[in-house]
């Protein structure tokens, strides 16, 4: 085997590591995950993991990383195309509602994780999170300075849109599978991930805008 064939041979071994432990965590969390369950649903040993990745600590960062990495840059460039506050605000509910509903883990890792007090999150991904909040507070200010926007609170208006992400996520099993959640689903109908993002965008914009704005809203 070459060099080349070596690399993708450990590049298909890491991925199928991280797809597993990605799973083990998001049911399990940090604490309550195994490596020995993790090796065997990746078929592979537990030396392997260790050899690719490092120990426990090194594959729960590892994964958070996979998740989250990255997905700030995209976003902050994302807001970057928009050149006024309301059109920029749009782009961030947007973004955050769509990574948190379309990455089957995201939303449970990350919840098991704030639930045990965020002990294991990684330095790199508090960073993150510093920058994503620095950027909304940033949409938010230029939106107050121009007379758009009256005062808000970036934490408030972020809570709002990953706290309804998450459980809208999070709560899709039991809508589909408990037979009481599925009747009440089916009485009062239950928005995909586009809807509940474009509710969103609407009801945060309407309690911030000015009233000599309404932001291109009816």
């Not at 991925?15 to 799973?23: C, Q, S, V």
């Not at 960062?61 to 976003?75: S, T, W």
Request: with cysteine; proline share 3%; aromatic share 6%.
């Amino acid at each position: 085997m070459d060099m080349k064939e070596k690399k993708r041979d450990s590049e298909r071994t890491i991925r199928t590591i991280l797809e597993r432990a990605m799973e083990e965590f998001a049911v399990l969390g940090f604490e309550g995950a195994r490596m020995d369950s993790i090796a065997e649903a990746a078929g592979v040993n537990k030396a392997t993991i260790y050899y690719h990745v490092g120990g426990k600590d090194a594959l729960y960062e590892m994964v958070i990383v996979q998740l989250l990495g990255g997905l700030v840059d995209e976003l902050i460039d994302a807001v970057q195309q928009e050149h006024d506050p309301v059109s920029q605000l749009r782009v961030y509910v947007r973004s955050v509602v769509s990574n948190i509903t379309e990455r089957s883990c995201v939303g449970k890792v990350l919840l098991r994780e704030f639930l045990s007090e965020g002990k294991h999150l990684p330095p790199a991904i508090v960073k993150d999170m510093e920058r994503l909040l620095g950027l909304l507070e940033g949409i938010l200010t230029r939106g107050y300075q121009a007379g758009v926007f009256v005062k808000a609170i970036p934490f408030a208006v972020h809570f709002m849109v990953v706290g309804a992400s998450m459980l809208y996520k999070v709560t899709a099993p039991a809508r589909e599978h408990v037979p009481i959640m599925i009747e009440l689903a089916r009485k009062l109908g239950v928005p995909d991930a586009r809807e509940i993002s474009n509710e969103l965008e609407e009801r945060i914009l309407r309690s911030i805008l000015t009233t000599n704005s309404n932001g291109g809203l009816e």
